[in-house]
Each structure stands twice: as C-alpha cells, then as structure tokens.
C-alpha cells in the first residue's frame, strides 16, 4: 500500500468504489467520471506505478490482469460489438493515477485516433 495512493486507499476499502470483480491479485471497479456507456478500471493489488516501470516479474499479474480484463468484458456484454482497452502512460499518455490501470471502454463507437 503506497499511503497517499488513491487506487491502493480503494484496494484497502479507505474510499468506496463500485466494484465490478475481486480476487487475491486484481480489482476491477466502475470509472466514477465514465467516458463511455461501461467504463471499468482493472488494477493489480499490489502498487505499480505505470506500464512504463513494470519489470519482467511481472508478466504472470500483468497476464491475469489482462486475462481478467478480457473476461470482465465478455461478462459486461461488449465483446461481440467490440471495445476498447486502454493504458494510459506518463504525461503525455494523460495519466493521472499513477498506480497502474486498464480503462475497458465500451458501449459505443471509438474514434481512432484517439485523442
Ligand atoms: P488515467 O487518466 O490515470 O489513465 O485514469 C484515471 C482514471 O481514474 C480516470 O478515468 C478517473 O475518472 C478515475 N478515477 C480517479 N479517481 C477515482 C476514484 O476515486 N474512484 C473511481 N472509481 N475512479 C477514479
Ligand atoms: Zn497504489
């Protein structure tokens, strides 16, 4: 738990979230400004700044996590239509948590490209 992280503070249950799956290495939970009609986050447990700092380690949570991301979206109805997964890195990604996510946008048309 990194103290002053508002994703690790949801993982403790310090904020409350709408959470949409839990397990002992993920957490997935409905974006509380949605860009989209679904609009999930799916973070690992354990804190990791951004795609651009994970190590080699952690292949086997980054696979869960996307597995676990492909799953969620089938189970949220978007796979047939299709969707969106986004990583958002560093400034110029436009991140602004800096505790690693997967954004799952669905339920409408994506521009590409993006903005
Ligand atoms: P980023 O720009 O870092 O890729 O995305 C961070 C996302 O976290 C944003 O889409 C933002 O709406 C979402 N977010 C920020 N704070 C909270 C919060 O306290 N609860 C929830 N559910 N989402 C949050
Ligand atoms: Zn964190």
Redesign the pocket.
Same mark, same amino acid.
């Given at each position: 738990m990194t103290t002053d992280c508002?994703f690790c503070k949801?993982i403790a249950g310090e904020?409350p979230?709408?959470k949409v799956y839990d397990d002992d290495r993920v957490l997935a939970? %409905?974006?509380?400004?949605p860009?989209a009609p679904t609009h999930v986050?799916v973070i690992p447990k354990r804190h990791i700044e951004s795609l651009a700092t994970v190590n080699p380690e952690d292949g086997d949570l980054l696979g869960h996590l996307l597995t676990t991301a492909s799953r969620l979206a089938t189970d949220l109805g978007l796979a047939e239509r299709g969707y969106r997964v986004v990583f %958002?890195i560093g400034e110029d990604g436009?991140?602004?948590?800096y505790h690693l &996510?997967a &954004?799952i946008l669905g339920g409408r048309r994506m521009a590409w490209p993006p903005g």
């Open positions: 508002i949801i904020i979230a709408s939970f %409905n974006d509380i400004n860009q986050l %958002n436009g991140m602004a948590v &996510h &954004h």
